[in-house]
C-alpha cells in the first residue's frame, strides 16, 4: 500500500492541533498549581526561584562556584538575607544576578513566612471555634452542650484519657476544653455538611442529647432527626439517643435508636425510690459511677457458663467478686429471676464488678 503525502495546508492544521495540545495541557497545569494551597504554591515558587539562580550563578562562575549545589548554597543564603559570605560573585553579571535574586526572592520568602504564620493561627482559631474537620478515627461524638455532657466527657476522659471525643453544638462559640483529645464541632448536628466535619464513616459510638433549654416536644423532634440524619450518613453506628417524651421512644426507635435513655421517667424512678427508701438516690448514683469502682454493667455469658443455672452461677461469680443481678434476654432484662433459670449462650449477665 503507497503511503500518502501530507501537503502544506494538512501539515499546518496538524502542528496547530498538537500547539492547541499542548497549550491545553499547559493551562490544566496552571489551573491545578492555582488549587494548591496558598502556602504550598509561595513555598514552591521560592524554591524553584532559588534553585534557578543557583542554577544560573553556577553556570556564569564556575570557578567561583564549582558545584550545582554550592550555587543553589549561595542563592538560600542570599535569598534569606543571611549572607555567611563565603561565596561571593565576582562578576558583574554575577552581582546582577544577585541583586534581582534578593529583590525577588527574599519578597517571596518573607511571603512565604508570613502567609505560614497567617495560616498557623487560623487554623488555631478553627480548631478553637468548631470549623476544623476531624480526621481522626474510633472516635466518640457527643451532640449538644449541657450539664450531663460536661459529666460524660469528664468521665470519658477520666477512664481513658486518649479517647477522642467529638463535641456538637451550635450555641457554643469555642471548644470550652483545652485538651488534644476533644474535638469542637460548631453547626446543626442534622446537616450533612456538619456530619461531614466529624468523620462520622469512623466513628465507634454516637450519644444525642436532649435541649433542655426548649420545650420537650421540639427537643425530641431535634434529637429524632438528628438520629436520622446520623443513621443515613452511617446505618452501622452505634447510637444512643436520649428522649424526655414517653410517646416519642417509639419514633426514636423507628428513627434506628440502638438505645434510648428516657431521662424523665429514669429520674422519676430515682425518686420514686427515695421515697419509699430515704437516702436511696445517693447509692444509686454510686452503684452508677464508673469512677468509683463498683460497676453495673452487662457482660457476655462465659462458655463455661452456658447452660448453668442463676443460683449455681451466681455462687461461681461471687467467688471472682461479681454480683449477679439479674440476666438479659433479647430486649427484655429481668432482675433476681427464679433460681431455676437456665442462662443460654445468646443472654447477657447484669452484674456489679470492677
Known amino acids: 500500500m503507497a503511503c500518502r503525502v501530507l501537503d502544506e495546508p494538512e501539515k499546518e492544521i496538524m ?41 544560573i550563578i553556577h553556570l556564569i562562575e564556575p570557578d567561583t562556584f564549582p558545584s550545582l549545589f554550592d550555587g543553589i548554597w549561595w542563592a ?23 541583586i534581582v535574586l534578593i529583590l525577588v526572592g527574599a519578597g517571596f520568602l518573607s511571603t512565604y513566612f508570613v502567609t505560614l504564620a497567617a495560616e498557623t493561627v487560623m487554623t488555631q482559631n478553627a480548631y478553637l471555634e ?5 480526621k481522626g478515627k474510633e472516635h466518640v461524638i457527643i451532640v449538644g452542650w449541657n450539664e450531663r455532657t460536661r459529666e460524660v466527657i469528664n468521665q470519658l476522659t477520666s477512664l481513658h484519657s486518649k479517647c477522642d471525643i467529638i ?6 462559640q469555642k471548644n470550652p476544653y483545652n485538651n488534644n483529645h476533644i474535638h469542637f464541632i460548631r ?19 454516637a450519644i444525642i442529647t436532649a435541649d433542655q433549654n426548649k420545650d420537650e416536644m421540639t427537643s425530641d ?78 457482660i457476655p455469658v462465659s462458655e463455661e457458663y452456658i447452660n448453668e443455672n442463676f443460683h449455681s452461677l451466681s455462687s461461681h461469680l461471687l467467688k471472682n467478686n461479681i454480683i449477679l443481678l439479674g440476666i438479659k434476654k433479647g430486649e427484655n432484662t429481668t432482675v433476681n429471676p427464679p433460681l431455676t433459670t437456665i442462662v443460654e449462650e445468646s443472654d447477657e449477665l447484669l452484674v456489679i464488678s470492677n
Open 76 to 98: 538560600i543564603i542570599t535569598t534569606s538575607t543571611v549572607g555567611y559570605g563565603d561565596f561571593i560573585p565576582k562578576t558583574i553579571e554575577g552581582r546582577l544576578i544577585g
Open 187 to 205: 453547626g446543626t448536628p442534622f446537616k450533612d455538611a456538619i456530619l461531614k466535619k466529624v468523620n462520622l464513616q469512623e466513628a465507634s459510638i
Open 167 to 172: 463535641l456538637v453544638d451550635e450555641t457554643l
Open 221 to 298: 423532634m431535634n434529637s429524632v432527626l438528628t438520629l436520622l440524619a446520623i443513621k443515613g450518613n452511617h446505618p452501622e453506628l452505634y447510637t444512643v439517643v436520649e428522649i424526655l417524651q414517653k410517646d416519642q421512644v417509639a419514633n426514636a426507635k423507628r428513627a434506628g435508636a440502638d438505645e434510648v435513655i428516657q431521662t424523665n421517667m429514669q429520674t422519676s424512678y430515682v425518686m420514686m425510690n427515695s421515697i419509699i427508701s430515704q437516702g436511696m438516690s445517693k447509692t444509686i448514683l454510686k452503684l452508677l459511677n464508673h469512677l468509683k469502682g463498683n460497676n453495673l454493667k452487662l
Open 130 to 134: 468548631g470549623r476544623a474537620t476531624f
Open 15 to 55: 502542528v496547530s492541533a498538537d500547539e492547541k495540545g499542548a497549550g491545553r495541557m499547559v493551562q490544566q497545569m496552571f489551573h491545578g498549581f492555582l488549587r494548591w494551597p496558598l502556602v504550598v504554591r509561595i513555598f514552591t515558587i521560592a524554591i524553584t526561584l532559588m534553585i534557578s539562580f543557583g542554577t
